[in-house]
């Protein structure tokens, strides 16, 4: 699907510019606001938005933040929705904790707010979240790394390719679970950084991209030249940071290479031998699912529920590898390839 762009200035905080993309479809107004515009993940969410607000005869508008960690660009986008009337968005949120304030704006002005992919701090901020298990998520491709490594998982040399400074809930959340899966410490639940295992080489942020997850892995291979596993926090970081290895003579298979995302480009990476195992998500299902509960609310005041046992609703996450380690469960990328983002 073809998606056009245009800048929308909007003359709030600052004056802060954001892209805005909107339907000419009839009815009520809906919002998806995601961290960035490009990023094929969040092309597949705005794909699924699109694609059911058509269904349903909903007016959607979409907007990104500049790049990831743009607060001030998604509460602009927040507040246009709000003075425009609309009666919910979905929301991708850059600064999990920063952005609440204005989440609770929209919520006292009556609009229903469904987080995706990265939960708010605290989750119940919003009046739902729509995710993929993160931490599960992470934990899945720790325990695969760790079974693969055998014995040699004791000595391991780990390079943690993370998002951002400001580590939101996903970023936490990924980097931990995989940490629990590896079989190493966590210390502070909400923060990684400060845990002593001596197989850690250091965490770099990457900012989700690759040209990051490339100069991050370069610091890293400084630090730690006999590194032999990369977590990365998703595939595009993941591609960045094979290039920084393949740099250094290290694309030989010495050097396991595990993301999240499960997108199609990750899975054929996965089929190439670049990434060892990654985690798929299903960012289409997460805003197609949200626009049917906006609708919901709109129509019968009904607000969505949680998967039981969790706070949250799970839009389920997937171990995508072709060499399966016992007691982890995946599929191979021939079955990942026909599921990708959907």
Same mark, same amino acid.
């Given at each position: ?32 606001? =995601? ?85 708010? /701090?605290?989750?119940?901020?919003? /009046? ?82 690759? /040209? ?48 999240? /995302? ?15 195992? =990654? ?53 191979? =990328? ?9």
């Amino acid at each position: 699907m073809r998606i056009k762009h245009r800048i929308l200035q909007a003359a709030l905080a600052g004056a802060v510019a954001f892209a805005f993309v909107g339907t000419a479809a009839a009815g009520d107004i809906v919002g998806l606001i =995601t961290k960035t515009e490009g990023n094929p993940f969040f092309v597949k969410m705005r794909e699924g938005a699109q694609e059911k607000a058509k269904e349903l005869g909903l007016e959607l508008r979409t907007f990104a933040g500049k790049y990831d960690g743009d607060n001030e660009s998604q509460v602009a986008a927040i507040e246009s929705l709000i003075s425009a009337g609309a009666k919910g968005f979905a929301i991708v949120p850059s600064d999990s904790s920063a952005i609440v304030p204005t989440i609770k704006q929209a919520r006292d002005a009556g609009l229903l707010v469904i987080v995706l992919d990265t939960p708010l /701090d605290p989750i119940d901020a919003a /009046d739902a979240t729509f995710a993929t298990d993160n931490f599960k998520a992470g934990q899945l491709i720790g325990a695969w790394a760790k079974g693969t490594l055998g014995a040699k998982a004791a000595s391991a040399k780990i390079a943690m390719l993370d998002l951002s400074v400001n580590q939101p809930t996903v970023d936490y959340l990924r980097d931990q679970g995989f940490m629990k899966g590896f079989g190493i410490d966590i210390k502070d639940p909400k923060r990684y950084g400060d845990e002593d295992d001596a197989r850690i080489c250091g965490h770099e942020m990457s900012g989700g991209n690759e /040209d990051g997850g490339r100069t991050a892995m370069e610091k890293l291979l400084q630090k730690c030249p006999d590194v032999n596993v990369m977590y990365t926090i998703n595939e595009p970081a993941a591609a960045g940071g094979w290039e920084a290895l393949k740099a250094a003579g290290k694309d030989d298979g010495s050097v396991l290479v595990v993301s999240i /995302d499960g997108g199609c480009p990750g899975v054929k990476n996965v089929q190439g031998g670049i990434i060892g195992a =990654t985690s798929q998500q299903y960012p289409h299902k997460m805003a197609s699912m949200a626009l049917e509960a906006i609708a919901e609310y709109a129509k019968s005041g009904k607000k969505p529920e949680k998967t039981p046992g969790l706070d949250f609703y799970d839009t389920g996450a997937t171990l995508i590898t072709d060499k399966p380690v016992p007691g982890v469960e995946s599929i191979d =990328t021939k079955k990942g390839l026909g599921l990708c983002w959907g």
